[in-house]
């Protein structure tokens, strides 16, 4: 590869040609890349972290690798979140990891010290590419994820709500009286769920970035579908979330979290039926709902389970010291 060059998200052409080399290189059956408009969004830089996103060209100037890196600001200010992606006509000859040096070097000049990454492979596999490349390069297993994905149309088991509690839906705007409390909710998702030894903190969450995120998915064209459990006493027992991209046949089941002292009433599986009941216009058309979870989830793998969700992929969380 005879140089790596930075881009800039908001040059159209630019990105158009850097989507297009990660569209190429992707091409998984159990997970569909992200849309333009969602990357360009997401490798925007903002309060909450630095972005760079690069591409690699051969000695004639044509694109054969293309990478990202994000490095958060207001939590995990040790990481640098890293992904290449070579397409597979220009594998196997050093463009992934000249790439990768390039991007381990820019976070090391902000300050990075655990560079993060996350490959995937089939379920019926020991890994791919991107696991032995991964490997290859010094990073090391935290924890295992297993991936999920429910064939649509489902047929959902009934809604049971345990007594005491009522349910809440919405898309778009987080209700004024309820945002500084699902900013808690969105904050807690990292030390409630499974996680690894990596040292990963809680994301900061507040109401003005539940505010931004809002902004940023219409600016994708994504709709987020809520539904918050609400104990006796109002307070926010719990939430999940199911993202529609604005084009395409996925739907993703994002965060659920249940509060620990409301857990085992069957609040988890309760708020994914609401949430597939109160998206029933959204789910017209769509193929699939995809989801991750630590493989030792096992109280929201077992709801999962419990929907018809069935494990497609793994995906590790590895990482390495820069
Ligand atoms: C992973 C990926 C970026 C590798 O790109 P690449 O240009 O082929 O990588 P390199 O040629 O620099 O490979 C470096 C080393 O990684 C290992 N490696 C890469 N692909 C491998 C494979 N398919 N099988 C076994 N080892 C592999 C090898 O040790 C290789 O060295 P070698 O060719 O001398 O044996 C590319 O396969 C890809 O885009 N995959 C899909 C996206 C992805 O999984 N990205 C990983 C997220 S970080």
Aim: glycine share 8%; net charge negative.
């Amino acid at each position: 590869m005879a140089r790596v060059d930075e881009i800039d998200v908001a040059d159209p052409s630019a990105f158009d040609e850097f989507h297009d080399v990660y569209l190429r290189s992707s091409g998984r059956p159990f997970d569909a890349p992200w849309l333009p408009a969602e990357k360009r969004v997401n490798l925007t830089d903002d309060a909450y972290a630095a972005k760079v996103a690069v591409i690699g060209r051969d000695d004639a100037g044509a694109p054969v690798a293309a990478g990202w890196c994000v490095m958060p600001l207001s939590d995990n200010t040790r990481f640098a979140f890293v992904e290449v992606f070579v397409p597979p006509e220009h594998r196997r000859r050093g463009h992934g990891t000249r790439l990768l040096d390039r991007l381990l070097a820019m976070a090391r000049s902000h300050g990075r010290t655990t560079a993060f990454s996350m490959p995937a492979w089939a379920v019926e596999a020991e890994g791919d590419a991107g696991r032995w490349f991964a490997e290859a390069h010094g990073f090391e297993l935290d924890i295992l994820d297993a991936v999920r994905e429910l064939a649509l149309p489902a047929t959902l088991p009934p809604l049971r709500l345990a007594p005491g509690y009522t349910l809440g839906t919405w898309r778009g705007a987080c209700p004024d009286e309820l945002v500084d409390e699902y900013a808690e909710l969105r904050r807690m998702l990292t030390s409630e769920a499974p996680s690894g030894e990596a040292g990963l903190e809680d994301e900061h969450w507040d109401a003005e970035r539940v505010r931004k995120d809002e902004a940023d998915l219409v600016r994708v064209g994504r709709t987020m579908q809520v539904v918050v459990a609400r104990a006796a006493g109002g307070g926010l027992a719990g939430h999940t979330q199911l993202a529609f991209a604005g084009d395409g046949v996925d739907v993703y089941q994002w965060d659920t979290l249940v509060r620990r002292e409301h857990r085992g009433h069957g609040l988890g599986l309760a708020l994914k039926i609401r949430a597939m009941q109160a998206s029933a216009d959204l789910l017209e058309g769509r193929r699939r709902v995809t989801t991750f979870n630590a493989a030792s989830n096992r109280h929201m793998i077992a709801v999962n389970e419990k929907l018809g969700f069935r494990q497609t992929a793994w995906t590790g969380e590895y990482v390495r010291a820069i």
